[in-house]
Every structure is written in C-alpha cells, then in structure tokens.
C-alpha cells in the first residue's frame, strides 16, 4: 500500500466518529486530518468547517459504497423481505426473501412506553446541544406519540416543534428535519410556513425571517414527509410549494435550490399508484426543461442534481418519457461541446438507475452505449469510475463482457470500481439462488493476490454481493490474516456479512471484542453480526457503551446498536439515558442508539435521499461529512 493512500486512511477513522446529528464516515476524505466528532456533527475540540477534498473524496470507491450501502445491509440486520418503494430493487440485490435474521423486533409498546418516554424526559431534563439534536432524531426515527408513566400523552410534534426556536442553529435544524424524519401529515403546514418563510413560519423559529438554512432543512422535511404518509393530494401540496420556489428568481442560494431538487425527486411513494406515476411524470418533464436551461457554470453543481431526481421519480422503464431523458442524459455524455463535471457525473449516474440491459429491450443498447464511451474517453475521472457502476447496475450479457475486459487492463485507480461493478452485476442472479460463478470466483481468485489495501477491500465487497457462498471460508481465513489492516478487515467482514456466513459470527465476535481501540473495524464487525443475526453482539456492544470513555467507540457503538436493532437493548439503553454518572457525550450516543433501535422503518430515513445521490458537488447542507442531511443517523 502507498503511503498516501495509508494517510488517508489513517486520518479517515477519525471522520467515522461522528454521529447523532452527522459525520457518518463516507470514505476517504482527502488528507486534511478532520476532526474527532461529537454527537451534533461538532468535534470535541474548535468548530468544523465541513470543508473537504472534494477531488480526492470523490474518487474513492469507498465513498460510493458508504453513500449507497445500506439497502444492502440493513434488509437483512432487520429481516425486511422486499425493497424500498420506488427502486429497481435497489441494484436487483436488496432482497433476498428466503431468511429472516433472528433479532427481535421492536414492538408498538416499546416504542410508546418506553423509548419516547426516555427521550421526551432527557430532552426536557438536559439542554446540552449534543443530548438535545440526538433526542431529536432519535425522536423523529420512532414516528409514535408517547405515554408517560402516570398514562399522560407526550405530543411528538408538540415536542419536536417547540425546539424549531432554539437559539442553537443545530438544535434548530435537526428539530425541522425531525418533523419530516417522524412522516405525522399534521407536520405540514409547520414544515411548509418555515419552507416559504410565512408570518406562522417567523413565529415559530422566532425570527425576523426564517433563515435559508433552516428553508432548506424544511424543504428535505417535506420531501421525506410526503413520502412516508403516500397521499397523492399531499404529494401535490409539497410539490407545488418546492417547485414554486425553485422557479423564484430571488432564490439564488444553492442548499436552498438543491434541497428543493432533491425533495421533489423523493416524493413517489408507491410505484404502483396510477396517481404517484402522474405526478412523478410532470415532476421529470418539469425538472428536465430546468434542468435544461442555460443558467451559467456557477448554477451546475445545482442543476446536477436534477438528473438524479428524475430518475429517482421514473425508475426503470420504457415509457416515452423515460426514452426522452435517457436520450438528454447519454446525448450530455457523449457532446462534443461537454458540460462541468457536476453534470457529467449525475448523468452517468442517472443512467444506471434509468436503463435496461440490451438484452431486454434492443433500443436500449444506446445507454449502455454512451456509458461505455465516457468510460473510454471521458475527461472526468468521477465521472467515469460512476459510469462503471451503472453499467454494472444496468446489467446484461454485453455489459458484463464489457466490465471483464475492462478489469484486465484497468488502472490502478479504476480496477477497485469495476470490482464493485461486476459485483452488482452478478448479484441479480444471487437474489434467486444462482450466483455468476464465473466473476465470483475470478474476483475471489484476484482478491488473494491483491497488492492494496484498496483494491482487497473493494473485492472482499464484490465477492459479497455476487453472493457466491463458496467464497465464505477464504474471505473468513483472509479476515483473521489482515485483522492488523483495519480497512481491509472491515471490509472483509462486510464481505462475510453478505454473504451470510454464520461459521463466521465466533470470528467476528472475537475481532470486536479487540477492536475498542479501531472503531472502524469495530462497526464493521458488528454490522456484519447483525446481518448474521447474531444475537451475542448486542450484549457486548451494551458493555462497551457503558465503559467506554472515548468518542470514537461510542459512536462506533451506538452505530452498530441501531444497525443489529434488537429490542432487547431498549431496557439498559432507557436505564442509561438516566444515569447522569456518564458523560453528556455518552448520553447523547445513547438517545442515538434508542432512536436506531426503535426506528419505524427498516432502513434509516435519509436512504431515499443518500442512494444514488451526487455526493461530489460540495452542497454543505447536503453532506459535509458533520452536519449535511445524509451524515445524519
């Protein structure tokens, strides 16, 4: 491994610290040593800029994975048998409907009785900043009113509302984020008065005006809020308002402009709705005209965004509007005269949502073919490496031949994302019990020799998702020789996570239990047990949040809690939130953790937005790698 690329990694760990209100790790973030963070997306020590590496944070198949991981995680750590709404099955790979993990599930009364009575009492009893942005996810997550011990009702949106006028920015924030975050329809017309700045909006946030940022955190409420209720007349409602407002000449700020994007991209709820399809039709038909216009260089990294959106609300498809945006889409690719990179990456990952293998339908061969083009001869390096992802996502016999001619003669830097590439692309037959042996065990072959730590962890993660079970007992005996190789272990355990090999639970255990001091591989141990099922990991895992001092574990912890969601938890997690002998910081990754566990939904809340997203445009409120909208657990 090249030193830098050990540099990176090193100062890397300490970005993965960060929890409750942000600063999940993305991957390599460049060289600049970021910070150790606290729950609130803040280091322990001086403020954060957010600032980053865009160039070298981009160009990290990591980043990618961190950004898109989940679907195919969390399914199994919590036993979902289908996919979320309005994906193509996210990546064909998310489901895998014949097990179901052995957690146990949190219940209706936990969740009442139990964790939003824990919550509401230390929200109310602590007015630290950390304790109180923690509360509030965690609040927003469970979805549920309360009751409290003498049977008196806790109002969720009353709670989360009377903090929207908090004099801490942070608090804030994620106080208008929650109310979209707990999906209750009656967090309308807060959500949309703060969006468009009204007289109600002002009063609430108490405030001359209502602050772009704060608009912007409403505008992701909601998106995510019309989602999670599915009423087409709401959808509606939400859309008219954010496409008004991006239409307004006076808004000229970008968090302000992407988040209404990103918004209307997540308002389709249910595929099969008639309605929701006559919606997401105009959306894409409005987007695509904006997306379109001619507003200048500096508006790019804001009209990016759009391609996403639209794909995002049509999904796969044959229709005439899909074939119009793939036309737009392969046609900004393939241009002479190109446009900014922004653009180009968003195109080539609009492409790999939109398009159908050859193979299915022949007039789709173009797409595939505008992919393949960039990949050859495009400019842009991100833009390329996410090209290769579609086109393993698109699928198909030539698309796959394709990719394996292409990892024999690759570069360096392009051989771990065609690895991934040709992982998801074998993983379609995976879901149905047949698995491409073929790239499974080429890239099982390749993984032994592997001369990096990038390029090992890239094929652990392509072995997993092809699904090839033979695989387990190298990737297993290749853990335990690289477990001083904090990256490649972790990745290795993800691999075994995937490919749900319960011999390798004893190991993983083991690692854990040695990892108090490599949170990362920590996590990813843990992680990889909750998706096996693993029903000892929480015991140790409750262990180490009651001993440990250091911020890096604790969140580590509290992350791997939510992740395995087992209900058995909730009682000592409840009994610690009181115990006013652990630090503030401690409490905070607590409430982070109550809030994982008794999360409504079986994956975590921003996956409608993170999925698929353009993560390399530098949209502060989007992710900044602390407090954007998709570093938030």
């Known amino acids: 491994m090249k030193p830098p690329y050990r540099a990176v990694l090193a100062t890397s760990l300490l970005a ?53 991981k989940e679907p195919f995680l969390v399914s199994r750590v919590r036993g979902v048998e289908g996919p979320i709404t309005g994906s193509d099955d996210f990546y064909l790979g998310a489901r895998r409907g014949s097990r179901t993990v052995n957690v146990l599930q949190t219940t209706e009364a936990d ?7 824990a919550l509401a009492k230390l929200i109310e009893r602590d007015r630290n900043r950390d304790v109180q942005s923690a509360c509030l996810v965690a609040l927003g997550k469970t979805g549920r009113d309360g009751r409290d011990v003498d049977g008196g009702l806790i109002d969720l949106e009353e709670l989360l509302s009377a903090r929207v006028g908090s004099d801490n920015q942070e608090v804030r924030e994620t106080a208008v984020l929650a109310l979209g975050i707990a999906g209750s329809r009656d967090a309308f017309g807060v959500l949309r008065d703060l969006f468009e700045d009204t007289l109600a909006g002002r009063k609430l946030a108490d405030r001359a005006e209502v602050r772009t940022r704060t608009r912007a955190y409403a505008a992701y409420g909601l998106g995510l809020l019309a989602r999670r209720v599915g009423d087409p007349k709401l ?52 987007l695509l005209g904006w997306f379109g216009r001619d507003l200048g260089a500096t508006e790019e990294s804001f009209q ?34 190109r446009r900014g990179a922004p653009i180009l990456q968003s195109c080539s990952i609009a492409l790999g949502m939109l398009t159908l293998p050859p193979e299915e339908q022949a007039d789709e061969s173009d797409f595939s073919d505008a992919l393949r083009a960039y990949i050859a001869r495009g400019k842009d390096r991100t833009a390329q490496q996410l090209a290769l992802i579609s086109l393993g996502r698109v699928g198909g016999a ?17 051989k771990p994302w065609v690895a991934i590439a040709l992982g998801l692309q074998a993983r379609p037959k995976a879901v149905v019990g047949q698995p491409d042996v073929f790239v499974g065990e080429m890239l099982l072959a390749e993984i032994e020799d592997a001369a990096t730590t990038e390029l090992r962890s890239a094929l652990a993660v392509a072995v997993g998702l092809t699904g090839l079970r033979d695989a387990a007992p190298t990737l297993l005996r290749l853990l335990r020789e690289y477990e001083g190789d904090v990256w490649s272990a972790g990745y290795l355990a993800i691999g075994l996570g995937l490919l749900q090999d319960i011999k390798a639970a004893a190991t993983l255990g083991e690692i854990m239990a040695r ?45 791997a809690i939510a992740r395995i969601g087992d209900r058995r938890a909730i009682d000592r997690l409840v009994a610690l939130a009181a115990d006013y002998e652990l630090t503030k910081l401690g409490r905070a990754f607590v409430a982070a953790a109550l809030g994982g566990v008794a999360d409504k939904d079986s994956l975590p809340w921003n996956v409608p937005l993170s999925v698929d997203v353009n993560y390399a445009t530098g949209i502060d409120t989007m992710s900044n790698g602390a407090t954007g909208v998709l570093d938030i657990l």
């Open 16 to 68: 993965a610290s960060a929890f409750a209100h942000g600063g999940q790790y993305r991957g390599p973030a460049g060289t600049v040593v970021p910070p150790i963070g606290r729950p609130g997306g803040r280091p322990v020590t001086g403020p954060t800029t957010g600032a980053r590496d865009l160039v070298a944070f981009s160009r990290t198949w990591q980043t990618w994975w961190e950004f898109n």
């Open 111 to 117: 969740r009442v009785e139990k964790v939003v009575p």
């Open 235 to 286: 959808a509606r409602q939400v859309h008219d308002a954010l496409w008004s407002a991006l239409l307004d000449d006076d808004n000229d700020d970008r968090d302000l402009k992407v988040a209404v994007v990103s918004a209307i991209g997540v308002l389709r709820s249910d595929v099969t709705k008639s309605s929701d399809k006559r919606l997401a039709w105009q959306a894409a038909e409005n």
């Open 304 to 337: 990016a965004h759009a391609p996403i959106a639209i794909a995002r609300l049509l999904g796969r498809g044959t229709s005439r509007i899909h074939r119009r945006v793939k036309e737009v889409f392969s046609a900004t690719l393939v241009a002479k005269k």
């Open 398 to 414: 030539a698309n796959r031949e394709h990719l394996l001619r292409i990892y024999r003669r690759s570069v360096a830097d392009l």
């Open 515 to 559: 990892s108090t001091r490599r949170p990362f591989l920590l996590q990813q141990c843990a992680v990889a047990l909750g998706m096996l099922g693993d029903r000892q990991a929480i015991d140790q895992l409750l262990g180490l949040l009651e001993e440990s001092e250091s911020v890096a574990v604790l969140s580590a912890v509290a992350g």
